[in-house]
């Protein structure tokens, strides 16, 4: 029921599960929060089975379902195409959107390999021409505490930047009981905690710094190799073709030195996204386990009387927080999808391309290809080509 | 769009500030996260004012907008009345949406004074009768982590209660140029700090130890007693007529001590209410401000290896988690409205009265008087009426 | 050892329990740690065992071992008598130290009762007329982060103060097979938790804040009321007869609330003295269990920005670092006697009264009498007589 | 003043900065917390300055001063030589020792290269055959909340190990007035960061882990090259010759992947080691910063009642607690120090090889001498050259 007299943004999302319900919580809500040029409307859902897709449709709050994404991206009340599927169908359902004259807004990673990320590139500046928006969706850079982080990097509170280091843990592959699922195969996920984890903290120490990696050196393990096969007899089990592991350092283009650790064996830590800038006049840390915070050293203050200080990113003049509570009054894990929904909605009523883009997307795939790659060759110093 | 087999619940709002907005919030999103037996409606807000009472509907989600509480109880299409109104208008609204057959959800503090919240308690008692549900907004008791604690408790897990201490801190008190709000002014609030901030704390501590206070012993002060006028020339004050902070200790019905305090001039305390309860088995801890964890020592444990342990609360078996996200995705301070909602409209759907009660309200309120009393009386030992 | 130039001061202690450790170690490490203008030397140690006392002598490194106080007091190589015996005996030989002509430090509380503290202060003037230092051991006054509160409070950082609040928690009375030893006999220990842990928080309230209390609202318990006499028989228990736990509130001569409590059965805690104070401009917070951490909240900062920061400290320029480690080389516990024993000697050399004095103490002893008069009377607020 | 039946065990120290400080207030302090078959004497103490030694050995609190090392060895009442002096002297010293018969404890690391800590081990081996004992100081290893974390690794309690994550971080070289002190120069400390931090985490890994690193890949940084000459005129500056930084990943032989970083420009950290272990069956974490905590998450608890827990290392059964205060009672940096002597006294005693030994620290400096390898060849994964 938005307000008749704001136009709306007919959305058309590819896929339901995890993601897709926290994209639908981010498009239910953006316009409860925000007060937005466009409305946006939850046109259509698509997924393959058409029973578990109504029933999704339904739950989630989409008015009508599809069974061919093709069909979605054809409907007249869809105008943004938001792809929430697993990566092996990013490059097709993408592309096939922009050439539709759709906007897209596609979950990271971008794509599985270079190559399709490359694609997906080639076709968004192609369709930015035609007025077309597309945007990749590394959500965490949308957590208030995060951009606060790059306002002030930005700002210049940390001043030359020394180190950036990231590490990103979860547990739930320390189960032996779990099935040989999508996600531990490379065909469906392209890579294991790397691509899933790996992606978002590439991305995020590259735009929380400013800067872009310049080589890599990479080590990467899968610690348990072989996995029940779902459905499969008692005692059939599947070999895991992704890593469970990945440690690996860089550079960035000032010289600064980072380091990176991303583990699906990381027993206790369930989705512990740590991340730390030292520069030569302050730090910042920042734990997703604690996503209201930010931790900032103010090296310019008197030694006597610094500390790292605990900001609680909830006041009015923090990022996205004019849309939310008094302060003090948290926000959670979904809100990044809030706010990534009113940034791109904003976006395409201006015509401006948003951040993050395809080609930071490409850029991200061009480092876990260098990461691989080192991984590969004895984790010697790889190179992470530069866009062209 | 909800399924279309599962029948409607019709909701009427009266107030849509920030309780209007939060509560608005729980409403459209609970069926998205939780299969729910009715499909809650936001069928109609309402507000004195008839232009912002119409924004407010588009912004939230409102069908409708009513500029009259008595038109919106009167409406067909409203079950259930949701009352997000300052406290001198709670009784008046519940009582009437009560003997027009609606069910009722009211925020707290129940009343704004003990003979209110009799003739409340006593119209939702002779309702029940009639299949009606009236229940109080004390959201907090819904924050998973305090909803494990409230089971771990009653497991018997941390033994004989010996403490409860309870604060709740805000800083916006401290503001020079805060001018007189309704907040501040006994006659719309009832009372300070201690009404909107004790009355959560008194919930909470009775709540999660299963016991009541019998009786309090009190100190509350203003300090900045006076503050401009809103709309007022330079210089025109008014007189702040309620607590800025309180302080209180008290017994449970086991004879456990309790401290408390509350204030809205505790610099840096965003909206910090910290708990300990101390048994003999074991010590759970939480802080609002770190609202997905509970702490929890095991005092059974051989002593060289016991300690708080941070329960990330965010686990598919902790409460109210089955609607939401994978392990360590956090949630935030508005998820309470929506597990709120989750357990009101079960409630209605099946015909039993849920937690809180008005007569838990009520109690609550009987409590706050205590303290008032006391206050007056040199902080002597109060004791608090019990029910009859 | 110390330098032969450096005048000794002759060191006579009476108790060489835990409190007797403690200031050995302060005794033998000051003149390592700090240039002194007075060589402490480890002259004799008192004690009723003749075995027990010459086997501290030789652990504890006391050239000789006293097994009557007044022998202690009278030996020529002993200028400075240090009370670390329970609190029944403290007034008696303070007073015949002073009055011998010696130089006294007491070990915390001053005195089990008012009459006798007025009487060790009555003495204490008088032997400052001759020059005489007495002190009295609130040795928290000397952890380096507190110092460093106290520093910023009295450089007006935090402003007009608002509430302080003081919790001292531990938990070994928890332990049932705890037998009655002599800290739950009130004939002497004077009292429980009360004496003990709550000397120590209502001093350094008053010490921090840089006021007295004028009154105080109490409440006191006795949880486990019988306890198994040592060296009795099977099922042999006598009375517990002193407090267990206490919460109480109390006004600072500014009007500020403040709240506090202690406790022997917090299970978990271990020695948990946490103080926090709210002023106008800033916040001060410290946990004795990271007793190296001083958190301030500065709220004169812009609010997106401001947040409770964690100062280590641990630097050159903190209270007592000077004579210690590199920043981040954490200190513990004992280091405060070692403070304590510094600014004694330094006191003694230059012939000015350092703090806290036996009128300090004696004040504490007042506010402990009002606590437990107000636990009496229905916890009315009870006025702290003034010092005349 | 030891008790008159306990052998001495003389002790001749040569350096008497930082390190000789610390190492003094261990062997001051040892014989009075610990019971010991051998009482400790502070000998002699060795420096090149006549004045500055003398004044050391009073301040310190040993009885004799020398100019000249080998002086100090000859000494028939030094038994032990503890070598606190910067890397470059470690090998001479201490062979000179062992040659004469005297046991040896020296500071980390063991030498400047892999030749020097060669012919040390051998010169250790050599003496170990006529029951001389030789340790290096890697004190860390005796924090008691490390220790204990030792103990749950070597009882199983983490099951299979997946990661160790290590950094230790410093911020004095953030200061650009810092002028080009002799840690600076690659000469006197053989390497920067890496070999100062990087050796006690390469230690501790080890150690914690029960596991040796079998390769390495590494990348160094020198971020301040130019720093004042100290004594230099304005504006004359020296090259520093060492790193600032490093960052590496390894493995350790069981395949667990390992990251470290060490940084002496991270502004904030001021002595920040921390590490993290983690296995199947649960996780360590720690930091310096809080020397008395140690982290345990339990993963074989159910989900729903897990999480990092705080174990306060204080408890009676905590490693070397024994000694010490009651449970709370925190310790400091230099208690460490005090335990290296209790272990190395009663080795002494019992004819026992403490460790670490010269063996041990041996091995560290050649995984040292790995990680500068790999950062000269592109962090190309290098292998560390088993023991033979």
Same mark, same amino acid.
Not at 292 to 304: Q, S
Not at 342 to 363: C, S
Not at 372 to 379: C, G
């Given at each position: 029921?938005?307000?008749?007299?704001?136009?709306?943004?007919?959305?058309?999302?590819?896929?339901?599960?995890?993601?897709?319900?926290?994209?639908?919580?981010?498009?239910?809500?953006?316009?409860?929060?925000?007060?937005?040029?466009?409305?946006?409307?939850?046109?259509?859902?698509?997924?393959?089975?058409?029973?578990?897709?109504?029933?999704?449709?339904?739950?989630?709050?989409?008015?009508?379902?599809?069974?061919?994404?093709?069909?979605?991206?054809?409907?007249?009340?869809?105008?943004?195409?938001?792809?929430?599927?697993?990566?092996?169908?990013? =490059?097709?359902?993408?592309?096939?959107?922009?050439?539709?004259?759709?906007?897209?807004?596609?979950?990271?990673?971008?794509?599985?390999?270079?190559?399709?990320?490359?694609?997906?590139?080639?076709?968004?500046?192609?369709?930015?021409?035609?007025?077309?928006?597309?945007?990749?969706?590394?959500?965490?850079?949308?957590?208030?505490?995060?951009?606060? +982080?790059?306002?002030?990097?930005?700002?210049?509170?940390?001043?030359?930047?020394?180190?950036?280091?990231?590490?990103?843990?979860?547990?739930?592959?320390?189960?032996?009981?779990?099935?040989?699922?999508?996600?531990?195969?490379? *065909?469906?996920?392209?890579?294991?905690?790397?691509?899933?984890?790996?992606?978002?903290?590439?991305?995020? =120490?590259?735009?929380?710094?400013?800067?872009?990696?310049?080589?890599?050196?990479?080590?990467?393990?899968?610690?348990?190799?072989?996995?029940?096969?779902?459905?499969?007899?008692?005692?059939?089990?599947?070999?895991?073709?992704?890593?469970?592991?990945? @440690?690996?350092?860089?550079?960035?283009?000032?010289?600064?030195?980072?380091?990176?650790?991303?583990?699906?064996?990381?027993?206790?830590?369930?989705?512990?996204?740590?991340?730390?800038?030292?520069?030569?006049?302050?730090?910042?840390?920042?734990?997703?386990?604690?996503?209201? *915070?930010?931790?900032?050293?103010?090296?310019?203050?008197?030694?006597?009387? +610094?500390?790292?200080?605990?900001?609680?990113?909830?006041?009015?003049?923090?990022?996205?927080?004019?849309?939310?509570?008094?302060?003090?009054?948290?926000?959670?894990?979904?809100?990044?999808?809030?706010?990534?929904?009113?940034?791109?909605?904003?976006?395409?009523?201006?015509?401006?391309?948003?951040?993050?883009?395809? +080609?930071?997307?490409?850029?991200?795939?061009?480092?876990? +290809?260098?990461? *691989?790659?080192?991984?590969?060759?004895?984790? @010697?110093?790889?190179?992470?080509?530069?866009?062209?």
């Amino acid at each position: 029921m938005p307000h008749s007299t704001t136009p709306p943004l007919g959305v058309g999302m590819v896929g339901y599960a995890f993601m897709g319900a926290a994209h639908s919580q981010g498009w239910r809500t953006v316009a409860r929060a925000y007060d937005l040029p466009l409305s946006p409307v939850l046109a259509a859902v698509c997924g393959r089975d058409p029973g578990a897709v109504r029933a999704a449709a339904d739950k989630l709050g989409w008015a009508a379902a599809e069974t061919d994404w093709r069909a979605l991206i054809a409907r007249d009340d869809v105008s943004l195409v938001d792809i929430c599927t697993p990566g092996d169908s990013h =490059a097709e359902i993408a592309i096939a959107a922009l050439e539709a004259g759709k906007h897209v807004l596609c979950e990271k990673p971008l794509a599985n390999t270079v190559a399709e990320a490359e694609a997906m590139t080639e076709a968004a500046r192609a369709a930015s021409e035609r007025g077309q928006i597309a945007m990749v969706g590394f959500n965490y850079r949308r957590v208030p505490a995060l951009a606060l +982080a790059r306002r002030l990097v930005a700002d210049g509170r940390i001043g030359t930047l020394r180190h950036v280091r990231v590490s990103y843990l979860q547990d739930w592959g320390e189960d032996s009981d779990l099935p040989l699922v999508w996600r531990l195969q490379k *065909e469906k996920a392209g890579s294991g905690a790397l691509g899933d984890l790996g992606a978002h903290i590439v991305d995020l =120490a590259q735009h929380l710094s400013g800067e872009l990696l310049t080589g890599v050196s990479a080590q990467t393990e899968t610690f348990i190799t072989e996995r029940a096969l779902p459905g499969g007899g008692p005692g059939e089990t599947g070999r895991v073709t992704v890593d469970d592991a990945a @440690v690996f350092t860089g550079r960035l283009a000032s010289g600064a030195l980072t380091s990176f650790e991303v583990s699906r064996l990381a027993a206790g830590r369930k989705n512990q996204l740590r991340i730390e800038l030292n520069g030569s006049d302050g730090s910042l840390a920042f734990d997703l386990e604690r996503l209201n *915070e930010l931790e900032f050293h103010d090296h310019t203050l008197p030694g006597a009387e +610094a500390g790292f200080r605990r900001i609680l990113a909830t006041e009015p003049d923090h990022p996205y927080l004019e849309g939310w509570w008094p302060p003090g009054h948290g926000l959670g894990y979904e809100h990044t999808f809030t706010h990534q929904a009113r940034d791109l909605v904003r976006a395409i009523a201006e015509g401006v391309q948003p951040e993050p883009t395809f +080609a930071d997307g490409l850029q991200v795939q061009r480092v876990l +290809a260098a990461i *691989e790659e080192s991984a590969e060759k004895n984790a @010697v110093f790889t190179p992470v080509p530069a866009a062209e």
